[in-house]
């Protein structure tokens, strides 16, 4: 079965941050860094930056670094 939530932006940015604070998922975190790199809008920027870096695998972000 597959449920569609819709989730207000301002909360969508929590979600982000929970789920990738609290679990090391080297699929998710990549999929949010993709997201960040093709983001439209300064806004998702921003939410997906916040939620890449709530990381606790600091070795992956070591990796991205410019």
Not at 19 to 33: A, K, R
Not at 60 to 65: A, S
């Amino acid at each position: 079965m597959f449920f569609v939530f819709s989730i207000g932006a301002d909360f969508l940015s929590t979600v982000y941050i929970c789920h990738l604070s609290n679990d090391d998922n080297e699929t998710d975190w990549e999929m949010m860094y993709n997201y960040y790199k093709t983001a439209i809008s300064p806004q998702e920027q921003t939410r997906a930056l916040v939620a890449i870096s709530s990381t606790n695998n600091k070795d992956r972000l070591n990796r991205y670094e410019y």
